[in-house]
Each structure stands twice: as C-alpha cells, then as structure tokens.
C-alpha cells in the first residue's frame, strides 16, 4: 500500500542521514563524540514529544494534511544539508535535524495508523510484526545505499586532490541530494493516501 511504500523510504532517508551527519560532524568540523550526541538528542525528543499530539490530530483532520507538508519540509532539509560548507556553523545542522526529526514524527504516526488501520483487528498483530520487518530492512538498506554513495563521491573528490575534509563534503552533497531523490516519490506518494474505512465490526485504529 501507499503507507507502507512511504513508510520504507522514509526509513530509508531517516537512517542514511543518522549515519552521514554524525560521520560530518566529527570529520569535517571536529566535534567530539559526546558534543554529536548532545547535538542529536533534541531531535530524538522532539519526536517522541510530538506524538501524543500528532495522534490527537490525525484524528480531526486525516492523514494528508499531515503528512503532505512534513514530507515538503523534509525534502527541504534533505537539499539543505546537501550545500553544508565548512563554515556552517552547528547549530544550523541541530536545527535541520530537529526540523527533520519533527517532521518524520508528522509522517511516521499517520502512515503507522494507516497501515494498520486498513486490516482487521484480529490481524493487528501480524500488521505491526510486518511494519517493524519493513522498517528494519528499508533502515539497513538506506543505511548501505547512502553511505556507499557518499564513500564513493568522497574518494572520488580525494583522487582529485580535494582536502580530507572537502572530499568528505562532496560525498555528502551527493548523498543528501540521494537522500531527496529517493525521498520526492514518497512526497508524491503522499498525495494519494487517505484515512481507512472504519469497520462496522472493528472500529477505528487510534494514532495514539
């Protein structure tokens, strides 16, 4: 279905990016370990925040108007992050990747709900068991195709003479751009999800 398609390649982008922007941040600008972590921290809480409340209004306006504009503004982070230059100053990068981690709370929990709410409540179970499967391999995969591209653009730019941390910063430029290719079929996709017929057996599946 729609949601699953989008909810793969959202998995996709959202690991290929966790892993590229901590590699950026210690190689190219020098950051500690722990500075990184603190610096990914309010992305992580800003998305477990958030979905409580996104929950709440799935369920007065559907998922479209939800996640139609949260997938625009990701996209818009994915060609941010693609023109990063050494003089970049941090807080930029922990502001896009809260803005992303917010807005794959905005698309994460209505595609959940939607995915889930087109079965039966006795198949539930084998529903979630099948998304967690989906999100693990399109997560793994992401993982492998993004680093690849941006392993290969950075060697590409060394063997050209650029400096360590320039080639690393092409590499990335190739791989966030990557990241958005991938990622504008889910945008399109998210014009054709719609909220699930509820069952006059089973009801309707809550987002929170």
């Known amino acids: 279905t729609v949601a699953l398609m989008m909810m793969a390649i959202g998995m996709m982008a959202l690991f290929g990016t966790i892993i590229m922007l901590p590699l950026l941040l210690q190689r190219v600008y020098g950051l500690e370990p722990l500075q990184v972590g603190l610096m990914m921290l309010p992305g992580g809480v800003a998305m477990g925040v958030m979905v409580p409340l996104i929950g709440r209004l799935y369920d007065r306006v559907g998922p479209r108007p939800l996640v139609i504009p949260a997938s625009l503004v990701v996209l818009a982070v994915f060609v941010g992050f693609s023109f990063l230059t050494p003089s970049t100053p941090w807080w930029l990068v922990m502001v896009g990747h809260m803005t992303m981690s917010t807005s794959f709370a905005f698309i994460f929990t209505p595609l959940f709900t939607v995915a889930l709410g087109s079965l039966p409540k006795r198949l539930y179970s084998h529903g979630s068991a099948l998304i967690g499967t989906i999100q693990q391999v399109a997560g793994a995969a992401g993982t492998a195709l ?6 290969m653009q950075s060697d590409a730019a060394a063997a050209a003479g650029a400096s360590p ?10 791989g966030f751009l990557g990241a958005g290719a991938v990622w504008t079929a889910a945008v399109v996709a998210g014009f054709f999800l719609r909220r699930p017929a509820e069952s006059d057996t089973d009801g ?3 987002a929170h």
Do not use: D, I, R
Not at 165 to 174: N, Q, V
């Open 146 to 151: 993004f680093v690849t591209v941006f392993a």
């Open 165 to 174: 941390s320039t080639a690393m910063l092409e590499g990335a430029h190739w």
């Open 204 to 206: 309707p599946v809550l």
